[in-house]
């Protein structure tokens, strides 16, 4: 067989974890192609513009765990990485009431202090074990998991390093520890708070993008993401990419570049070529075929192995494995251009509440009902959003006085029990604004343009597998040396040379980075 | 401070007793405190109204650790036990039923008759089981935190299961929901909503609440000894063994303090008249709630203990429903579950969830001879139902419980007994109503003694369900107690001997 | 961020503009452009200073004697009606989780104040007394009236005559016509007065000892005033000489009562206290750390400064940096840290607080502190002293 090209690595998918592990292998002197189905860069974190003169982060939204060392080692802030923080996270309640947590400690206290007086005391507790726990987290997340069962040096020495950390804890964080890493985000809240009310936005972060509600057990560990930025000693890590989430990605597609990397566009891979075991080579939609010592997949682990290589070549108990593998989107997204800025009927003012990130979640309860609904396979009625106003702070996103509000909405099934999302979609995108509407009275009547993204959408728009925005449910059996499947958690797939670098692997979810990263350096051989 | 006794017991459940007869068994002079007007506990049997007795709340759920209680010598007492799994009815919602026997090529054929491929699948099913039970059960029976030279054979027992692969697979399932667990075998609804009961009566959710699959296999591996009489039997021949080897109960006693000296040794016990007993050492076989909240006085405990006591988890969702029948009905004998489905079951837990009574429920049904009765216990009662629990709501729970069971019952229901989680809370002392004390959640399975979660105060030990090994293992948080009151009090002795050489 | 019930008066005579935050609160830092004015009037006639931000708490019922025994340091049971008592309290592991003031009102009712909101902590141990706790933060204005004039200012304004009131009394007293707490407590080192207004007197209060005042120099005075003087006085500041342990990030952040200077309100052999068993431990063993003070060296300063041909020029602000303290002049051997420190205009010393090695801790030890001179660091020789580098003997006196 002959190939058209030859590369040292071919990277499937210019997502952002793609693109940084480009990056990365480019740097260490390989020749890097990356193949991009969509005309645009960035996966899911990607900025479009979808109405005149308005620029939309069309599917993720803030920028938040962007691993630090990725930004020093690929000096992305010199090829345009440049993210404004979050001050706030406001809670507009009904009856006029509202809840905003601020950065000043002070502030938040007397905010919260409304509600509760002791969860207004305990909270700066809460953030401190929860900091303590991030310490513990971020030895999991920056580097590649060890397995079990293997006796190899460097793998019990990574589980010494765990175990460590673990007793590093103390007796009483590491009950907290055992408490975070099983409970559900609603108990592991009531071991310190008593308002609901508090509750709610807390409990909402643990719920993001998976199938699972507020009192599901394994979604307290996820509470640990609101903390993780402040130890990595980039402070507010919270914020608005400038000019939208792409922003991140074309600042990792310029560093792969200026390292030497070769991206193309519009080159659908349609096949993994593969060889007695070996990943030789990709061919292209259009017949294209480039032939590569190593092909990376940005693509969830289902559609690299079952769409890209096809069942012959796999184990069958893989093919099993990948059957079971989880999948479940549970959320939509609705974007919305307006004339205007809309104001909330509990605080009118447009103030500095409206720059940060504003979240639809009364209560605990109100949360778990709209799971409650969700998860016969209906999309809630009264759903949990989080929403941001980006404008307010980037105008470089919307024509002046002009505003974008960006909404995460929670849940939406991609499997519905009734219809299809193509049927429901607008009634969908009804409910959400509905339900935005009784906190912003205004908010109709502002509305230029309007953008519903279902699972289903999601899924022929990004390539994501059910819709799931992590490339699979982050539950405790996908996860660490679980993820994607036992045995496949280094990155590595029984195809020798063929690799995976998405949010389906180890540690996965939100713009991280970390995937990309830990797949590049597996490749290169580099400890991890 | 000289007293008569050297240890007591608080509570006569079946930790309790057998707390008690190990400590008897040693010639520790022995008292036993019991709120209730006879011992037992769980596992006493009640009265109907019409006074024919009643089956207790406890069912046999096979997991009586009789290896461990062989040296209390109970056939003595009149315990027998069986090796075998008894037959287990499940009945269909489609109407029908399968019986599932220890015999699996049996089973299989019983489920053959309304599925080829589930049959098919239950021997796999059945083989993973046995697979993982051994490591669940040394993780589960094991006596006892170790320290220091004791716990080198655990690191080298730790070495062995990390080369298990059947100790990676638990580590895969355990997480999983009963739903997504089950899914991987079964198509048949009802039988899947069958075998999943376990999750529920162990910890609070539904049947997609994850860990749901870990119970469902603790159950399934752990299974294998029942006993004739059911666990009346095990609570009759547990107190004569007491009686016999000197144990003094005291029943219609109930205990409100366990008093502490300055230095957080144990005192003794303050009775509810405000009586007092000194004792060096004591037993507090009741829920941990209450030892945590009530016992003990808070000034002595530290505050970080407290947080972790304060926020004890026990939602109890599990009613239990007693019938007195004409005769036995053999198509339930000697026991059966019912559900009507997954998704029909996470709906019942839905309405539980709000303080509503749910249409159907997840029941599990024990036959008794003598007199002919049932057991029911049914699943996703709520614990305080809006608007309380009225003699209307009580009538609607019953007759949506005994709903499903009708057209299986030999003739009229002569009496019934109906328990709400909140009567069992009242009768029980079970804050929250909960059968095992606390939720078998992974955190509160994780957080006992291992890590220091005994109690803080010294000749205090905590033996009921609520531990560690309680759950549905019975009687081994009492030996477990107990064996380690009696290693620190020879401990003590050496000690003292050697200070008295020297 | 809200202002303090005076906050409208501040307002006017915040000349400098230069503010603060404390706790929430708005708190002028200076009122005059030169803060050691404010200094000299606290130290030779009087000066007002606004400490509402302070966090006030009232425990009321039957148990609320037992309550605060079970949860200070201090056997509160046996403070006496119209008492106040300085303590500290603790977490299981013996370490401070923060420092305060307790009134006893009556029998039944206490007033526990301290800069750090503790209600929750409070709230902790409510359980099996009959006991509440009132958050009266927000109803209580608090001002410190302190200076050797205070005495004379308070009798005038009241018209009571308070001479006989003892170190650490406290009473209510009529001030223009309102009844008010006053305690002789402060935070100055000096003679002087806390006085606990409810909120809707707050205006007339301050009006009328600012008015009465007028005869004695009295002058509203800022924090950076009263951090002088409580540096000279030898008290620690939380989040400055100790960090709460409740918020402490790491074990080492953490103090003990001992370490930080207060051991001497630790009431060891009573009924269970918080802490108890790890402080009773920590009593029969050395705590590690000790607070003391130094007095910097003048005339190697000046000699460090005459180097570079340079007058002295020491800031006379007072700062809050951790300096580290050397044994040696190389600045290899750490032995501790100082924590605040301050020019001394009235003993004309430079010194510091700073939390040495026990066994460095010894008054009239030389130590070694770091000093940046024109961008150089070098190490200047600190002479251990006791913290209390200021304590007249009128700070306890009686005037008959």
Known sequence: MSFGHRYDVIVIGAGHNGLICAAYLAKAGRRVLVLERRHVLGGAAVSEELYPGFTFSVASYVVSLFRPHIIRDLD????????????????????????????????????????????????????????????????????????????????????????????????????????????????????????????????????????????????????????????????????????????????????????????????????????????????????????????????????????????????????????????????????????????????????????????????????????????????????????????????????????????????????????????????????????????????????????????????????????????????????????????????????????????????????????????????????? | MSSPWDTIVIGGGLSGLSAAVTLARADQRTLLLEQRAATGG?????????????????????????????????????????????????????????????????????????????????????????????????????????????????????????????????????????????????????????????????????????????????????????????????????????????????????????????????????????????????????????????????????????????????????????????????????????????????????????????????????????????????????????????????????????????????????SSRLLTPEDLELDYQLPGGHLYHVERSPDQMLAQPLHGWKPPAKGLYLASSGTTHGGGSVCTSGLVAARALLRAKKQSRLEMRRTRRF | MVGTPFYSRQLRLCQSMRWKLWSGFYAVDSYLLEHDLEYFALRSAAGLIDVSPLCKYLVRGHDSAALLSHIMVRNIAKLGVGRVAYTCWCDDAGKVIGDGTVMRRDEHEFLVTTTDPCFSWLCRFLYGYSARVHDVTDDLAALALQGPYARDILVSVSGTAIGDMRYFAARDVLVAGRPIWVSRTGYTGDLGYELWIPRADALDVWDALLTAGQSYALRPAGLMALDMCRIEAGYILKHVEYHSALHALIEARKSSPYEIGLGWTVQLDRSPFVGQRALQLEARTRSPWRLAGLDIDWSETEALYRRHGLPPALSTEPWRTSIPVYRDRARQHQVGYATSGTWSPLLKKNIALATLRTNCAVPGTRLQIAMQVEHERHAVTATVHSPRFFDPARKTSVAI
């Open chain 1, 76 to 528: 992305l802030a010199r090829h345009g990485y440049h993210v404004i923080p979050m001050d706030c996270a406001f809670q507009p309640l009904p009856q006029g009431r509202g809840l905003a947590r601020w950065s000043d400690p002070d502030r938040t206290r007397r905010e919260v202090a409304h509600f509760s007086r002791h969860d207004a005391e305990v909270y700066p507790e809460f953030s401190l074990a929860m900091t303590r726990m991030g310490l513990l987290a971020k030895a999991v997340i920056d580097r590649a998991p060890p397995v079990l069962g293997s006796l190899r040096p460097s793998n019990v020495r990574a589980w010494a390093r765990l175990g460590r950390a673990y007793r590093h804890l103390g007796p009483h964080l590491q009950h907290v520890a055992q408490k975070l890493f099983t409970m559900s985000a609603a108990d592991f809240l009531d071991l310190w708070f008593e308002s609901p009310i508090l509750k709610g936005p807390l409990a909402a972060s643990g719920i993001i993008g998976t199938f699972k509600g507020v009192r599901t057990p394994g979604t307290a560990y996820v509470l640990l993401h609101h903390y993780m930025g402040e130890i990595d000693g980039a402070f507010r890590s919270w914020g608005f990419s400038r000019g939208g989430t792409g922003g991140v990605s074309m600042a990792c597609a310029r560093a792969a570049c200026a390292y030497g990397a070769e991206i193309r566009t519009e080159a659908s891979v349609s096949k993994v070529l593969v060889q007695g075991g070996r990943a030789r080579g990709v061919v292209l939609d259009n017949g294209d075929d480039f032939e590569a010592e190593v092909i990376v997949s940005n693509l969830d682990p289902r559609r690299t192995l079952e769409g890209l290589v096809g069942a012959p070549h796999l184990p069958s108990r893989l093919t099993e494995q990948l059957r079971r593998y989880k999948y479940d989107g549970s959320s939509g997204k609705v974007n919305l251009a307006l004339d205007g800025v809309p104001t909330f009927a509990c605080r009118p003012s447009v103030g500095d509440h409206m720059r940060g990130d504003i979240v639809i979640a009364p209560d605990v309860d109100y949360l778990e009902r709209a799971y409650d609904e969700a998860k016969y396979g209906t999309w809630s009625s009264r759903p949990f959003i989080n929403a941001v106003i980006p404008s307010l702070t980037d105008p470089s996103v919307a024509p002046p006085g002009k505003h974008i509000l960006s909404c995460f909405v929670q849940y939406a099934p991609y499997h519905l029990n009734q219809g299809t999302w193509q049927e429901e979609r607008d009634r969908f995108g009804d409910a959400v604004v509905d339900t935005l509407a009784s906190y912003m009275p205004d908010l109709k009547d502002r509305i230029l343009f309007r953008q519903v993204l279902t699972p289903w959408d999601m899924e022929q728009q990004f390539g994501l597998t059910e819709g799931n925005i992590f490339h699979g449910e982050l539950s405790l059996e996908q996860l660490f040396f679980q993820r994607p499947v036992p045995g496949m958690a280094h990155y590595r797939t029984p195809i020798a040379s063929l690799f995976l670098c998405g949010s389906g692997t180890h540690p996965g979810g939100g713009i991280m980075g970390a995937s990309g990263e830990l797949a590049a350096k597996t490749i290169l051989g580099h400890p991890t």
């Open chain 2, 42 to 414: 769980l596992a006493a049997p009640g009265r109907f109204d019409t006074g024919a007795v009643a089956p207790p709340v406890r069912q046999d759920n096979g997991m009586l650790p009789l290896g461990l209680l062989r040296h209390l010598r109970l056939a003595k007492h009149g315990l027998t036990a069986k090796h075998a799994v008894p037959a287990l009815h499940v009945l269909l919602q489609e109407g029908g039923c399968i019986t599932v026997r220890s015999n699996a090529s049996q089973t299989e054929a019983s489920i053959a008759r309304h599925h080829a491929a589930d049959a098919k699948n239950y021997r796999r099913y059945a083989g993973l089981a046995q697979k993982v039970a051994p490591a669940l059960a040394r993780l589960l029976q094991h006596p006892g935190p170790a320290n220091g030279i004791r716990a080198l054979p655990l690191i080298l027992k730790g070495l062995r299961w990390w080369k298990m692969p059947a100790m990676h697979e638990l580590l895969r399932l355990a997480p999983m929901s009963a739903q997504d667990f089950l899914d991987q075998w079964f198509v048949t609804d009802s039988l899947k909503a069958a075998l999943a009961i376990p999750a529920f009566q162990a910890a609070w959710g539904g049947p997609f609440y994850p860990f749901g699959a870990l119970h469902i296999l603790i159950q399934e591996a752990l299974s294998s000894h029942f006993v004739t009489g059911g666990m009346a039997a095990v609570a009759t021949s547990l107190e004569r063994a007491a009686v016999h080897h000197g144990v003094t109960i005291q029943t219609g006693n109930r205990a409100e303090r366990i008093l502490l000296a300055s230095d957080g040794t144990v005192r003794g016990v303050q009775l509810a008249d405000g009586a007092t007993i000194a004792a060096p050492s004591v037993i507090a076989a009741c829920s941990p709630r209450v030892v945590y909240q009530q016992l003990i006085e808070h000034r002595h405990l530290d505050q970080g203990f407290l947080w972790q006591a304060r926020h004890l988890k026990s939602r109890g969702t599990t009613a239990h429903l007693a019938l007195l029948l004409n005769s036995v009905p053999e198509a339930l004998a000697p026991r059966a579950r019912c559900a009507p489905g997954i998704e029909a079951l996470e709906q019942s837990f839905d309405k539980m969830k709000q303080g509503e009574i749910p249409e159907a429920f997840a029941l599990e049904i024990e036959v008794h001879a003598d007199p002919p009765a049932l057991s029911v216990l049914a699943h996703f009662v709520p614990h305080t139902v809006q608007g309380g629990w009225t003699s209307e709501a009580r009538r609607e729970l019953a007759h949506r419980i005994l709903a499903p069971l009708k057209p299986h019952l030999p003739g009229p229901v002569l």
